[in-house]
């Protein structure tokens, strides 16, 4: 088929590439020349495993395409929106400049009987504004909501497998027309078992974001849990086994540590805060506030266990930050704890130097004040506590008595609980973990 993707930044470039894998004409469009120069030679404007790989491999096909002219989507039956609904500046609403203008751009090259499909996280009614903007314009082409439900880290995968597709169209009925269509799209990963599922515009634009705060309200459980054990002297990481044994609770999502970060789970439980106060139903949603407020209390309570272990004073000393990645395998520093944390410690006096394996550069635009080392060793050398706040593979592998050789003072504090203490203790290290005794 025949398919345009509007916006080419981590939604849109995977799914561009992900749908020419699956065997489809695609062209992406975006307004940033340098991003689309990028991907036109194959190149992932950020990081994300094999997303290279594959623009590589579909590109030699002829079957992917990126452009700044959003004319070259004319011809294409099927169109789908990818483009970013960020926090609004000094406010909870997501900002939905970028999906109005997506649309406004988009609507005069969409022809009768195409479908437009809205991948986005949107407040809830959104679709239901654009869908009628649709209509002036190209009264015989349909609005399908379909959220998406990738991972960083694991976009390429999630995309290809997904674990559900949710339609939403007007009515909500199985038997609408783009159903067929969007059927067509997604044959191959449909075939191979993925659930769907047909709703109305509503109710699909809602799947995301209870997704989305579900997860993060797991995150802030399991962090309320470990200030409890803290004050407890119990130990979280075993809470966490134990209840996740159960399989209504479930064991993933429960790491404690310092908290959730990201493009997508702060942003977007702020914004259904929002909405629902529009709707009148902010009540049904206070408990998002807590589960906010708890994952913001963990970056103050590591810069308090911090001062803790570097004897009571913050102030000279040399602090080594292990990861500014909001979670591993990804150079995403949007609201990252890691960085946010870094730059409170700073603040406060200490002497700190941040590394991590791909997302030194980004962190150095957000944080241009504190002090980046891309090797690990070069870090750590003579640092008089080190901070594991983002569990890449090589922080979790190091060799405590390697290390120890080389900081100032065997100190460190294991933001993701990732770390065996016992090994680190055996060491001569001075170990903290949160909710751990
Ligand atoms: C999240 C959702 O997981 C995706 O399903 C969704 O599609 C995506 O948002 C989106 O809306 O686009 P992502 O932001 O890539 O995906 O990251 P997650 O894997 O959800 O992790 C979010 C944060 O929670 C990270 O900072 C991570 O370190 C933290 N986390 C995760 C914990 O602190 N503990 C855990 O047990 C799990």
Not at 161 to 178: C, K, M, N, T, W
Not at 377 to 405: C, F, M
């Amino acid at each position: 088929m025949k398919i345009s993707v509007i916006g080419c930044g981590y939604l849109g470039a995977v799914h561009a590439a992900c749908m020419a894998k699956l065997g489809h004409d695609v062209v992406g469009v975006d307004v940033d020349e340098r991003k689309i120069a990028e991907l036109s030679a194959a190149k992932a404007p950020f990081y994300e495993p094999g997303l290279e790989e594959l623009l590589r491999d579909v590109q030699e096909t002829g079957r992917l395409k990126f452009t700044t002219d959003v004319s070259a989507v004319a011809g294409s039956a099927v169109h789908f929106i990818c483009v970013g609904t960020p926090q609004k500046i000094g406010e909870n609403g997501a900002d939905l400049t970028y999906v109005d203008a997506a649309m406004r751009t988009l609507t005069p090259h969409v022809l009768p009987g195409d479908i437009v499909v809205g991948k986005s996280t949107v407040p809830v009614g959104t679709a239901a504004r654009l869908a009628a903007v649709l209509e002036k314009n190209q009264p015989s082409a349909h609005l399908v909501w379909n959220p998406e439900f990738l991972r960083e880290g694991h976009a390429v995968a999630d995309t290809l497998q997904p674990d559900r597709f949710v339609y939403g169209v007007l009515g909500g009925s199985e038997d609408h027309i783009a159903v067929r269509v969007l059927d067509e799209v997604y044959e191959a990963p449909l075939s191979s078992g993925t659930s769907r599922i047909v709703t109305d515009h509503p109710t699909a634009e809602l799947v995301k974001t209870a997704a989305n705060s579900f997860l993060a309200t797991k995150i802030s459980f399991i962090n309320a849990m470990a200030e409890l054990c803290d004050a407890a002297g119990a130990d979280v990481t075993q809470l966490a086994d134990a209840i996740g044994m159960d399989d209504r609770i479930g064991r993933k999502f429960l790491n404690a540590g310092i908290g959730f970060g990201g493009g997508c789970l702060p942003k977007d439980i702020r914004a259904f805060m929002a909405r629902a106060g529009e709707l009148g139903a902010d009540q049904a949603l206070t408990f998002l506030r807590e589960v906010d407020a708890i994952n913001m209390r963990r970056r103050t309570r590591v810069v308090e266990l911090t001062r803790d272990l570097c004897g009571g004073s913050l102030l000279g000393k040399k602090i080594t930050v292990l990861g500014a990645a909001f979670k591993p395998e990804s150079d995403d520093v949007r609201d990252s704890p890691a960085l946010s944390i870094a730059a409170q410690l700073q603040l406060q006096g200490a002497v700190v130097t941040v590394t991590d394996p791909k997302a030194l550069t980004n962190a150095a635009r957000r944080f241009p004040e504190l002090h980046y080392e891309a090797d690990c060793n070069s870090a750590i050398k003579s640092a008089d506590a080190l901070l594991l706040l983002t569990e890449w593979h090589q922080y979790r592998d190091l060799d405590p008595y390697e290390v120890a050789g080389v900081v100032a003072s065997a100190r460190i504090l294991d933001g993701r609980n990732v770390l065996d203490p016992a090994k680190w203790r055996a060491a001569g290290w001075i170990y903290r973990g949160l909710g751990r005794p």
